[in-house]
């Protein structure tokens, strides 16, 4: 492993992702460490983002930019759509696992004349780093052992709530981790720059205003961590000129989805006891709460002055860290929200058919009406035909890490673990 490399959750993934398939994709968002972790494991490499002859030996015989020592990585491959082919039907060719790794920042438009890749292709989301990855947590609260049925126990990882609102800043970047601060909330706004003037635009050839995108990405923020519907958004981001057009609204999301800017965090469909409607919304988050406050010019010390909006960037950034324990684990996150306003912040759902509930409160003193909302929700699933849930838990800032008398695990943040 290289010098100076932070290993990653997704480490084992990408290497069994190797054992199993011919090419291995990995997605991820720009700078958030996909290129440094192939890398480690790759034996050649192509940087067609960066390599203008790669591009032009691509039309001339794609053979020359697929040659060199396997796996060979392929960097930001979506530059050149065509490639996917040629790497398809090298991977066919040789018979044999491991032999590519693509790595991309964007998600190409559908093409009719790409093929699907079934059975030779394997995808890995790679996301900003957690705070364990970070340097910044201790995990000695694994997601795996409480799915398992353990109880938690750890001290106080130490980190105050002044800190929490320093590493929300800063954000999970790899190449952010080791500078200033203020250098490292300067990149972030950087970053929504690069993104709203030049990444949106380049995605698909269609020409999107600036100003509205800029604007949107500000209500996003304002929004972080919350169910806002499009009207909402198209409303917000109008401001005085009157609202967007939601379908504006709904094009520009799809682009900041593609690029990997935004994921929503979908809603889960248990099956309940009572009649109680389910409501469908997701939940808007960035890939990384860093950007959102870079999109509102926003600071550590502004964060402490409103606790609200803290409090939300806090839960984005515990989604942000349970998406990726959770995929290491074969697992997903939702969300739930019933119409009589019963919510949960965090469903990890298991292919195995295991399932966890997780409320998010930066205070430990909000502990007790959490872990009182968890119990009445399990009261409402119909655990019959959803199976009794393994743990439920309540994620806090800062505290020790127990399990109640009510059997509600209580989590310090910096203490989660794969």
């Known amino acids: 492993m290289a010098s100076g490399y932070r290993p990653r959750i997704a480490d084992a993934e990408l290497q069994l992702c190797l054992q199993a398939s011919g090419a291995v994709v990995i997605e991820g968002p720009k700078a958030c460490g ?15 983002d960066v390599d203008a002859a790669a591009r032009q030996a691509l039309a001339v015989d794609p053979a020359l930019v697929l040659a060199g020592s396997r796996p060979r990585l392929l960097d930001e491959w979506q530059v050149e759509p065509s490639l996917w082919n040629h790497v398809r039907r ?11 790794v693509l790595t991309g920042s964007a998600v190409p438009a559908d093409d009719a004349l790409r093929h699907t890749g079934a059975g030779r292709f394997a995808f890995l989301r790679l996301r900003p780093m957690t705070l364990l990855e970070s340097g910044a947590g201790v995990g000695t609260v694994s997601l795996a052992a409480l799915l398992a049925g353990e109880a938690p126990h750890c001290a106080d990882p130490g980190i105050t709530i002044a800190e929490l609102s320093a590493l929300i800043c800063r954000g999970g970047w790899p190449a952010q981790l080791e500078r200033p601060l203020q250098a490292a909330c300067r990149s972030a706004r950087d970053y929504l720059e690069q993104v709203r003037q030049v990444d949106v635009q380049r995605l698909d050839g269609r020409r999107r205003d600036p100003q509205r995108l800029g604007a949107l990405l ?5 929004n972080v961590a919350t169910e806002v519907s499009l009207s909402t958004l198209a409303a917000d981001a109008g401001g005085a000129d009157g609202p967007l057009d939601p379908r504006t ?5 799809q682009a900041l989805e593609r690029l990997m800017v935004i994921e929503h965090q979908p809603a889960w469909q248990p099956h309940l006891r009572s009649k109680t409607a389910l409501r469908q919304a997701p939940r808007r ?4 709460p860093s ?3 870079a999109a509102l010019g926003g600071s550590p010390e502004r ?8 409090g939300l960037l806090f839960e984005s950034l515990v989604i942000r860290d349970l998406r990726v324990l959770s995929q290491a684990l074969d697992g997903e996150v939702f969300h739930y929200r019933d119409k009589s306003g019963r919510e949960v912040d965090a469903i990890v759902q298991f292919r195995d058919g295991r399932w966890g509930a997780l409320e998010v409160k930066l205070g430990p003193s909000q502990v007790d009406q959490a872990a009182a909302a968890l119990l009445r929700f399990r009261s409402q699933i119909d655990t019959s035909r959803t199976g009794s849930p393994a743990f439920l838990a309540v994620v806090c800032g800062s505290g020790y890490g127990y399990r109640r008398r009510d059997g509600i ?9 794969p």
């Open 90 to 100: 090298a991977a066919d060719a040789a018979a044999a696992p491991g032999q590519f």
């Open 249 to 253: 609204v709904a094009e520009h999301l």
């Open 409 to 417: 695990a209580v989590v310090p943040v910096g203490a989660l673990g």
């Open 285 to 288: 988050h960035f890939c990384d």
């Open 218 to 222: 500000r209500s996003l923020a304002r």
């Open 303 to 310: 964060l402490l002055q409103d606790l609200e909006w803290l």
């Open 291 to 293: 950007l959102a406050v």
């Open 34 to 48: 996909k290129t440094r972790m192939a890398q480690q494991l790759a034996a050649s490499a192509v940087l067609l």
